[in-house]
Structure formats: structure tokens, C-alpha cells
């Protein structure tokens, strides 16, 4: 009976395991053939000024910042060059409680004659507050009819905004958002990760129902916002999906480039993880009414994605603890059990060593292995109630 229950358990969560993997991304893609990935065309400026400028919407590009000095200044350039009529943008520069001297750089840069343009606005807070305590009390003060938010530490492309003001004249769209890449190059397992994040979000939103954002870049209606939970950790996944519950779209536009300044060393990166992953488990339980039947495509992405996320490290346990069981009869379980432990030890030698494998499928799997034991660590880090609201930076030593 016992060797009964540790098949069912082995084989159910082996198949949730595979099924959210590799399972769903397949589905997407069947569900997604024939359908296009509508894309409108934008009005291209080119920096020229027409009075089709007039029909543009009102924008407020909003920033928090903490200790930002070393990406402040090209973050400015980076927005002075952006194709868009000044006097509908205006940037909003929160310096939540830095103490590097952002808030002076920034006064420096919009000195600059290439800069000197800007309609920037920079609000210094003595005391560091919390990102979502600076989003809800920035957007709320904005009168622009588009917020977009945005990271010190990314470059935008271009045409981004005029491509979110072209996404958002309709009137169905609530929320917009791009593709994320990185300055510097990034390891096999990061380049792995992330080409198949894109291809999840460019399927998700030919069915119009991309879950998540990423905080690097994002825009939407200034309407339809409303406060985030204070405690909220996932800002980027919370806020869209607010508006995506109100029966407009979230869509994601891979013309909208958001280029990452800033490379996390190893530990920095797992660290991020660690975070993200209790954001996971929090923004699973809050927002679990998006399983209901109701929601339809939302329904199905946000428990095909979001949903079995955070869970991962338990189906994994779960087939762990069944392998060990049945190899006591099986000797095919013995193998099973002896890759999954030889796995394991592999990746938590690295996570100590603060390196990665040498070997370019070594790396993709430590990538993949040691985002799931971040996710364990978030996990429990959220339900003892450790894991907090504040801005943290991790630090290395040289």
C-alpha cells in the first residue's frame, strides 16, 4: 500500500513538474498557430515636431530610486534622447532614502545641454519607505493620462514610448509592456532562461493575456490604477494583474527594449531569487481568484505559470522522498534517486563555491536547479514572515 501511495505521488508530481516546464509552453504554442501577434504601427516622430504630437497622450515616467549613483546619470541621457514631445513627458525621480548623492548627479545631468530639455521633477525622501509606498503615492499625485515605470539601471529603446501610446489607443489595452535584455553578456543558463521567458510572454500575448511584467519597463493607464498592498514584494506582477482583473489586456511588445546596466554576480543573483520567489508564493495566494473558469486564458496562463511557480520545490521534494522509498524495491529507483541527489549536491557545491559549472549544459541545468532551490528558500522566507518590503541591496566582497 505504502509503495502504491509512492508511485501515485512520484508519478503525479513528476508530471506536474514536466507539464509546467515544458507541457504548458507547448500548449501555448498549439493554442497560439494561426494567430498573429497584432502589433499597431506607431506614429514615428524621428524627433521632428508635427502636429500629430498634439494627439499623443500625456505620459509620467515615474523611477524609484535607492543608491542609484552609478546609473543615474546615463538613465537621464537615456530619457533626453527618447522620440517623444517634451512637453507631454514628464519624469519623476523618487530618491527613496538614498544616501550616495542620486538626487545630485541627477540635478548635475539635467544641467547638461542634452539633457537640459527634461521636464524632471526629483523628490528626495529622508527615510527609505519601500517601493511600493513611492509607486502608490507617485502615481496617485500623477495627472498624466499614461504612467510608466521604470529602473534607474535600464536603457529604454528609441520609439518605446510612442509604441506604448500606439498600444494604448485602444481603448481594450490597459497595460504594456517589453523585452527585457541585458548590456553585458549573460551566462548559458541566464541566456537559456530568458529567451524562453520572451517566447512565454510574446504567446501570452497573441492570446492577450500576458501575466507579469517586468519592472524594468511598463506602462499603463493612470485610470485604472489602484494602491498595492504595502507588503506587496511583486510590484511588476501585482499591479498589472489588477488591471488585467478589470477586463482589459495586458500585452507585451518585443519592439519595447529594456537594457540592463547592472550585472548581478552570482550571489547577487540568487539573493534576487530568493526575493522573487517569495514574491511568487505571496502573489499566488492573493491572487488565486484568477483560477476561476471566469477568466478564461487568464485562467489557464496565470495557473500554467504563475500559479505552480512557487510551488516547484515541493513537487520536487515529493519526488525526491518517493524515489528514496521505492528504491528500497526498485533498483530503477536507485538510479532515479542517485541523479536527482548527485543533481542537488552538484549545484549546492557551486552555490557555496559562488561559481558556476564549466561545462555549457552543466550551466543551463545549475541556472534551472538553483532557481528552484531559491524558490524553496523564498518560500520559507515568506510563510515565517522574514522577507520584507524595504529596498535591499546585496553587496559582495572584491
Keep these: 500500500m505504502i509503495e502504491w501511495l509512492a508511485l501515485i505521488i512520484f508519478f503525479t508530481a513528476g508530471m506536474v513538474i514536466?507539464?509546467?516546464?515544458?507541457?504548458?509552453?507547448?500548449?501555448?504554442?498549439?493554442?497560439?498557430?494561426?494567430?498573429?501577434?497584432?502589433r499597431p504601427n506607431f506614429y514615428q516622430r524621428h524627433h521632428h515636431i508635427t502636429p500629430l504630437d498634439h494627439m499623443l497622450p500625456s505620459i509620467s515616467l515615474i523611477m524609484p530610486a535607492y543608491n542609484e549613483a552609478g546609473t543615474i546619470q546615463e538613465k537621464l541621457r537615456n530619457l533626453a534622447a527618447l522620440d517623444y514631445p517634451d512637453y507631454k513627458l514628464k519624469v519623476i525621480l523618487v530618491c527613496d532614502g538614498c544616501t550616495d548623492g542620486t538626487a545630485q548627479l541627477a540635478r548635475e545631468t539635467l544641467a547638461e545641454p542634452e539633457c537640459n530639455h527634461l521636464n524632471l521633477s526629483v523628490v528626495e525622501k529622508p527615510e527609505n519607505g519601500g517601493k511600493v509606498a513611492v509607486l502608490n503615492e507617485a502615481i496617485s499625485l500623477s495627472r498624466c493620462s499614461v504612467v510608466a515605470l521604470s529602473d534607474v539601471s535600464s536603457l529604454l529603446s528609441n520609439d518605446s514610448l510612442?509604441?506604448?501610446?500606439a498600444h494604448l489607443s485602444n481603448e481594450n489595452t490597459g497595460v504594456i509592456c517589453g523585452s527585457y535584455h541585458f548590456l553585458q553578456s549573460l551566462s548559458v543558463g541566464e541566456q537559456a532562461y530568458w529567451q524562453y521567458q520572451r517566447s512565454i510572454k510574446t504567446r501570452e500575448s497573441s492570446l492577450g493575456a500576458t501575466l507579469g511584467v517586468h519592472g524594468a519597463f511598463y506602462a499603463f493607464r493612470r485610470e485604472l490604477f489602484d494602491l498595492i498592498p504595502a507588503d506587496t514584494i511583486n510590484d511588476d506582477f501585482t499591479l498589472p494583474v489588477q488591471i488585467t482583473m478589470k477586463g482589459y489586456q495586458c500585452l507585451y511588445d518585443p519592439r519595447i527594449i529594456a537594457i540592463e546596466l547592472e550585472q548581478a554576480c552570482n550571489e547577487m543573483d540568487f539573493q534576487r531569487r530568493k526575493r522573487i520567489a517569495?514574491?511568487?508564493?505571496?502573489?499566488?495566494?492573493?491572487h488565486a481568484g484568477l483560477l476561476h473558469p471566469k477568466f478564461g486564458k487568464i485562467a489557464f496562463n496565470f495557473f500554467s505559470g504563475k500559479f505552480l511557480r512557487p510551488f516547484m520545490p515541493l513537487f520536487l521534494f515529493m519526488v525526491l522522498a518517493s524515489s528514496a522509498l521505492l528504491s528500497l524495491s526498485y533498483p530503477v529507483f536507485q538510479i532515479i534517486l542517485a541523479i536527482q541527489m548527485g543533481i542537488y549536491s552538484i549545484t549546492v557545491f557551486y552555490i557555496f563555491r559562488r561559481s558556476q559549472p564549466d561545462h555549457k549544459k552543466l550551466r543551463v541545468l545549475f541556472y534551472l536547479v538553483s532557481?528552484?532551490?531559491?524558490?524553496?528558500?523564498?518560500?520559507i522566507s515568506y510563510l515565517s514572515g522574514q522577507t520584507k518590503g524595504q529596498w535591499k541591496r546585496v553587496t559582495t566582497e572584491t
Design 162 to 165: 510612442l509604441i506604448v501610446a
Design 18 to 38: 514536466v507539464y509546467h516546464h515544458i507541457g504548458y509552453p507547448i500548449a501555448l504554442k498549439l493554442m497560439t498557430q494561426g494567430l498573429e501577434n497584432t
Design 278 to 286: 517569495a514574491g511568487n508564493i505571496q502573489q499566488a495566494i492573493r
Design 371 to 379: 532557481g528552484h532551490l531559491a524558490m524553496a528558500i523564498g518560500l
